[in-house]
């Protein structure tokens, strides 16, 4: 059994995010733009974007925390919904973490791996998984370290340039809460919501 699941609290200077915290995420998203195929992230995102983004995912009913540190935001995270098969795939969650560059290495992307653990066992998902860029040893490291296991390899399916990279899915099998233990969340996905997002 993994050691996070089943766990109630949130790891310290874990929370859910605010509108104050755009500009820092949107900061913070945009340094992956830079670091080449280690992330998807190909170009960088205006505020406006990511407030678009940020928006979708809390009106489809998913969790988005940021990583405080004396009052700065240094990481966030957020878990939505499984990219293919949005209705059959509805309690598979996909978690994206961002950690600030000076704070990589630093125990950081697993804290807030553990806080993703926490939180979609919250939500109701049953499954969590992470898509990971074969050559990213900080992120293979952060999905192991919440638990997460490979269950997928796509040799050569991203593309950065004229450069080719392999895709892992690191996957984790969730204990959800009962609906009778689960806690009323502000933006609880609706089941015509995730009819909606299917057709």
């Known amino acids: 059994m993994n050691r996070i699941a089943g766990r109630k609290h949130l790891p310290r200077g874990i929370r859910r995010y605010t509108e104050a915290d755009?500009?820092?995420?949107?900061?913070?998203?945009?340094?992956?733009?830079?670091?080449?195929?280690?992330?998807?992230?190909?170009?960088?995102?205006?505020?406006?974007?990511?407030?678009?983004?940020?928006d979708f995912y809390v009106k489809e009913g998913d969790p988005v925390y940021v990583l405080e540190r004396a009052g700065e935001v240094i990481g966030w995270m957020t878990v939505n919904r499984f990219c293919w098969g949005a209705q059959a795939c509805r309690l598979t969650g996909e978690v994206s973490i961002y950690v600030r560059h000076d704070y990589i290495g630093k125990g950081m992307g697993i804290r807030l791996g553990q806080a993703s653990v926490i939180l979609a066992e919250r939500y109701g998902f049953e499954t969590?998984?992470?898509?990971?860029?074969?050559?990213?040893?900080?992120?293979?490291?952060?999905?192991?370290?919440?638990?997460?296991?490979?269950?997928?390899?796509?040799?050569?399916?991203?593309?950065?340039?004229?450069?080719?990279?392999?895709?892992?899915?690191?996957?984790?099998?969730?204990?959800?809460?009962?609906?009778?233990?689960?806690?009323?969340?502000?933006?609880?996905?609706?089941?015509?919501?995730?009819?909606?997002?299917?057709?």
């Open 22 to 54: 755009l500009e820092a995420m949107t900061e913070i998203f945009n340094e992956t733009a830079a670091t080449g195929a280690n992330s998807p992230v190909v170009r960088p995102l205006s505020v406006k974007e990511m407030t678009f983004f940020i």
């Open 128 to 199: 969590l998984v992470a898509w990971v860029i074969d050559k990213n040893e900080a992120s293979k490291h952060m999905a192991s370290g919440f638990g997460g296991e490979l269950w997928g390899h796509m040799p050569k399916i991203a593309r950065f340039g004229e450069v080719r990279c392999d895709v892992k899915l690191y996957g984790l099998p969730l204990t959800p809460r009962a609906p009778e233990a689960m806690e009323k969340m502000p933006y609880q996905q609706s089941e015509a919501s995730a009819q909606a997002a299917y057709v």
